[in-house]
């Protein structure tokens, strides 16, 4: 496989194909239904690379990525990440009257960054999730009375109208995108490494041990957060991004400890940092 490839949440248009276009436009883009599947195409080898969200400034993890990279019967890992700027619009069909609008479509995430503005336009709007901002789009052009909530890269790929501009409850609305890989990057000495760990259940202040080991080696944790383990009720994976590379001391040396005190650990990537 001597071309790059890339694939990506589809339709063309979605913030995840221009987040791919922005990490490499000479790549080959691949557009999918779902992330998951994009996932696995490099999985099964369809595609060398997924550009994937992550994480949201506003509404968090998306969980549907976290679960599968934290998933030890695959060996995807994360190689890159890159943030963009989510400037949210309300789209459609010409000569709409907006003040007719019954129907809104858009990515789930998307309509939960809008709840208020949405509210504003009507308190009885109908809210048709779609999946992704583009797909939206594609919908809502023939929708009589309808508009989708997109960017402008969705807007002008389908010719849609843009009918108000900075729709989003708030401008601080960035999305941490990554590159996922069957591999980690090289070391470039200005790198973040991201875990996955589950601490055993009957030894208490296992969670505490390991926290411990991060600050007794002076390593900056720039994220920590927990998933269900989907096991049992009330254990959880628990998520760490370190500002350091899994293959340079101390980082190194910090991970085979906290193989000794956990029940599990899997490393998700060493990745240049943003």
Do not use: W
């Not at 922005?22 to 997924?50: C, F, G, R, W």
């Not at 679960?67 to 700027?85: C, F, P, R, S």
Request: include cysteine; charged fraction near 20%; charge should be negative.
């Amino acid at each position: 496989m001597n071309e790059k490839t890339i694939s990506f949440l589809g339709p063309e248009g979605t913030n995840s194909e221009f987040a791919a276009l922005k990490y490499d436009q000479s790549a080959k883009l691949i557009p999918v239904h779902t992330m998951y599947e994009a996932m696995m195409n490099v999985h099964n080898d369809v595609s060398q690379y997924a550009m994937c969200a992550i994480e949201n400034s506003l509404e968090g993890s998306v969980n549907e990525v976290i679960d599968v990279l934290i998933d030890h019967d695959n060996a995807l890992m994360i190689y890159g990440e890159i943030i963009i700027k989510i400037n949210h619009l309300l789209v459609g069909p010409r000569n709409l009257d907006i003040n007719k609008l019954k129907f809104i479509y858009s990515h789930p995430q998307a309509l939960a960054q809008c709840r208020k503005s949405i509210a504003e336009l009507s308190s009885n709007m109908e809210l048709i999730p779609a999946s992704s901002t583009a797909a939206a789009v594609e919908d809502a052009m023939n929708i009589e009375n309808a508009c989708a909530i997109a960017t402008e890269h969705a807007a002008n790929h389908y010719q849609a109208e843009i009918y108000k501009e900075n729709f989003a409850d708030s401008e601080d609305n960035f999305t941490r995108f990554v590159v996922v890989s069957k591999n980690s990057h090289e070391a470039t000495g200005n790198d973040k490494t991201s875990i996955a760990f589950t601490t055993q259940h009957d030894k208490p202040g296992s969670l505490v041990e390991i926290l411990k080991l991060f600050s007794m080696h002076t390593l900056n944790l720039s994220k920590i957060e927990s998933r269900p383990t989907k096991a049992r009720l009330g254990t959880y994976v628990f998520l760490i991004d370190i500002d350091a590379h899994s293959t340079q001391e101390p980082l190194k040396s910090v991970l085979n400890e906290i193989m000794k005190i956990a029940d599990s650990l899997k490393i998700i990537g060493s990745y240049p940092k943003i």
